[in-house]
């Protein structure tokens, strides 16, 4: 079993920065890659971000490219999402998640473990 925990959610006006991080902690010695959701009012949960744990390959969607960053520390079994140039459409909880065996990273369900979640809110 894996427990995640997110932090560093907030409140944020347009243009500013909030940095999330995720600590997982538990049977951490088999990850393929760790993932960043949200979910706004309403929305069905969407992709956001991935990084692949021991290769560090990096995976966004359209709607955050260039303006987030998603890292990670191994040694801390921490993973990070940097969001610079918020808008008010990146208002949503977010939730970080563990991909256990290699599958599609955009997928939802490829994602086995998940944390509770962060609220994001992005004032104009």
């Known amino acids: 079993q894996v427990q995640l925990v997110e932090s560093g959610g907030g409140w944020v006006q347009a243009g500013g920065s909030l940095r999330l991080s995720c600590a997982a902690s538990?049977?951490?010695?088999?990850?393929?890659?760790m993932g960043w959701f949200r979910q706004a009012p309403g929305k069905v949960r969407e992709f956001v971000a991935a990084?692949?744990?021991?290769?560090?390959?990096?995976y966004y969607a359209d709607s955050v490219k260039g303006r987030f960053t998603i890292s990670r520390d191994n040694l801390k079994n921490t993973e990070y999402l940097q969001m610079n140039s918020l808008k008010p459409e990146d208002t949503a909880v977010y939730y970080c998640?563990?991909?256990?065996?290699?599958?599609?990273?955009?997928?939802?369900?490829?994602?086995?473990?998940w944390g509770q979640g962060t609220q994001v809110t992005v004032s104009s």
């Open positions: 998640a563990i991909q256990r065996d290699a599958g599609s990273i955009y997928v939802l369900s490829e994602y086995r473990y």
């Open positions: 538990g049977r951490t010695f088999s990850i393929h890659a």
């Open positions: 990084i692949t744990w021991y290769g560090g390959r990096t």
